[in-house]
């Protein structure tokens, strides 16, 4: 499986969620399979999108589309760090 976290500071949370639940159906069909939202616990507005893709290669390309660019600057997205991840091992203790 390949993931992507994503570590943003958003002008405020709930514009950022609305367009964020909005933007699932293009999120699915450019291959987001699951996703978490998680916030830093002294920062509701510091924001981690932790999501298992398809592929590494179809993550980059939706992050790095215009559309992508623009639907940010709609939501309030302040300096996005992407981290593209390939999992070598998982378990449950």
Do not use: C
Request: charged content about 25%; proline content about 4%.
């Amino acid at each position: 499986m390949q993931y992507v976290l994503i570590i943003h500071e958003v002008a405020d949370y709930p514009v950022w969620k609305k367009v964020f639940d909005s933007a699932a159906g293009i999120r699915k069909a450019a291959g987001e399979r699951s996703y978490q939202v998680l916030k830093y616990q002294n920062d509701p507005n510091r924001i981690v999108h932790f999501s298992a893709w398809t592929s590494i290669e179809d993550a980059k390309r939706f992050f790095e589309s215009p559309e992508l660019v623009k639907i940010r600057a709609e939501a309030g997205v302040k300096s996005p760090d992407f981290i593209y991840l390939e999992q070598l091992e998982a378990g449950t203790l």
